[in-house]
């Protein structure tokens, strides 16, 4: 083997070393954003609820109504936080695909 061959041949093992690199650093800090946002929007819910239940025991003695609209609050408030979760999640998981991509390493399964 020349030693050109040899030079190119660790050149390559090298540069897909730093790609595994890369690409599970990627994958490192896209779960890492995944868990900060199921945690943000866990504890913005557990909020929303203690807010729903608190607006639902004072008003208690009032009419049904306000109860009513303290529920769609609190329905409408878990459905947006679920929604932005997700769309955290997915431009998380499409960072990493590109970052996949840009290396050459997309795994298809």
């Known amino acids: 083997m020349s030693q050109q ?3 190119a041949g660790q050149t390559k093992g090298q540069a897909r070393e730093k790609a595994e690199q890369w690409t599970e650093s990627a994958k490192q800090t896209a779960q890492s954003a995944r868990d900060k946002t199921a945690e943000v929007a ?12 608190s607006a639902q025991n004072k008003s208690a003695d009032k009419s049904h109504p306000t109860r009513e609209s303290a529920q769609h609050g609190q329905e409408q408030t878990a459905g947006f936080l679920g929604q932005t979760g997700e769309s955290v999640k997915n ?12 290396l050459g390493m997309n795994e298809k399964k």
Not at 42 to 53: E, G, L, N, R, Y
Not at 91 to 102: E, F, I, P, R, T
Request: no cysteine.
């Open 42 to 53: 866990q504890s913005a819910h557990d909020k929303a609820i203690d807010v729903t239940h």
């Open 5 to 7: 061959a040899f030079n």
């Open 91 to 102: 431009m998380a998981q499409g960072a990493l695909d590109g970052v996949k991509n840009s």
